[in-house]
């Protein structure tokens, strides 16, 4: 009896220890930006790097570029607090929206306990949450589903390819429709500016490409719209915030080289919820077919109308999209998670505040 007391002592001192040497980490809020006007990026402390092998990026072009500018860690591993204070400082998201963004990465591909997320894939520098209840490894914003979706606009879905890495072909597809529906510039040409005409044209066509191809698309609501969010980001956030336009070489220097364009300033004013979903609802307004669902044996299954649309987005992404196992923590994880869950409901404040309900291990 004492052998067996001894290696359960052994075997729970071990899973102690594991957990210690995570470095659980409390996740304390950043300071608010003291100036959030125009302003030239970047500056002379962050010139560009080119990723190096053991660095991390992902599917999401604003935050390799800001980690290759030094924004972010070049390594591709940011804590809560870094995450909030890059995008603020580069793409001038306000305050609750990117608190809002980070505090979903962290909690859907993150450790929400040593206050972490990989922009790219795993890596072991992030390791899994204590006693891996969100399974062995924790994946990072590479991984499908929970925060990165179908329909992206310059990556393949899930079910088609590589939905990480820049498809060449999709990106020309969107140099394509500004040759198409583009405006003119006195400086960069004809027809090479990105429009919205350009970009709503161009979003329709994946939308349409993605229903008819791929067998196991999933665009359920939440990422529904947050995909058309990202198309409003693009282009109006993207621009240069000394005349608002978007030119095909920006987009090139943005998607294919992840980096600041050269003479780029950040927008002079600041990005709330309420000029993101503006924005997405004039990337939808010239297709209202166009509509959230799956396909199943080869037909797209439509989602049911949204009876609150700001709550159901709400759901639909951030609660369902975060794994329900978080729920019942306690000590430093649970304080980070209850922390997280605020910063997300604080942008949906009419909204009634729910606890995670997403799959483990996915």
Avoid at 269 to 275: F, M, Q, Y
Avoid at 348 to 354: A, L, N, Q, T, V
Wanted: proline share 8%; with cysteine; hydrophobic share 40%.
């Amino acid at each position: 009896m004492a052998t067996y007391l001894n290696v359960f002592v052994l075997l729970l001192c071990l899973a102690i220890s594991s957990v210690a040497s995570q470095g659980g980490k409390l996740i304390t809020p950043p300071p608010k930006p003291a100036y959030t006007g125009i302003k030239e990026l970047p500056d002379k402390n962050h010139p560009f790097r080119a990723p190096g092998p053991e660095d991390l990026r992902g599917p999401c072009p604003a935050l390799n570029v800001l980690a290759n500018h030094g924004y972010l860690p070049r390594s591709g591993i940011a804590s809560f607090e870094e995450l909030v204070t890059a995008v603020m400082e580069g793409f001038n998201l306000d305050y609750a929206m990117s608190s809002t963004l980070s505090a979903f990465g962290i909690l859907s591909r993150g450790n929400a306990f040593t206050n972490q997320l990989s922009i790219g894939g795993p890596t072991e520098k992030v390791p899994p949450l204590p006693g891996n209840i969100d399974g062995n490894y924790t994946r990072g914003l590479s991984a499908h589903g929970r925060f990165e979706g179908d329909v992206s606009m310059t990556r393949r879905d899930f079910g088609l390819g590589d939905n990480a890495a820049l498809d060449p072909g999709l990106f020309n597809q969107l140099l394509d429709y500004v040759a198409l529906y583009g405006n003119d510039s006195d400086v960069t040409g004809p027809k090479s500016v990105l429009s919205e005409q350009a970009m709503q044209e161009f979003k329709y066509r994946r939308y349409l490409d993605s229903v008819a191809n791929d067998p196991v698309l999933a665009y359920h609501f939440g990422r529904f719209f947050l995909s058309y969010g990202e198309a409003s980001f693009v282009l109006y956030f993207f621009a240069n915030g000394t005349d608002g336009v978007l030119s095909t070489d920006s987009l090139k220097s943005f998607f294919q080289t992840e980096r600041f364009p050269y003479n780029w300033y950040r927008r002079g004013t600041p990005v709330d919820i309420n000029l993101t979903v503006e924005g997405a609802l004039n990337m939808l307004s010239p297709h209202p077919d166009t509509a959230p669902g799956m396909n199943v044996n080869g037909t797209f299954i439509p989602d049911a109308a949204p009876t609150n649309p700001v709550c159901d987005f709400y759901e639909d992404l951030f609660i369902s999209g975060s794994p329900a196992v978080l729920v019942n923590t306690t000590g430093i994880l649970k304080t980070n998670v209850d922390f997280l869950l605020e910063a997300i409901h604080n942008v949906f404040p009419s909204c009634e505040f729910k606890q995670p309900v997403g799959a483990a291990g996915i």
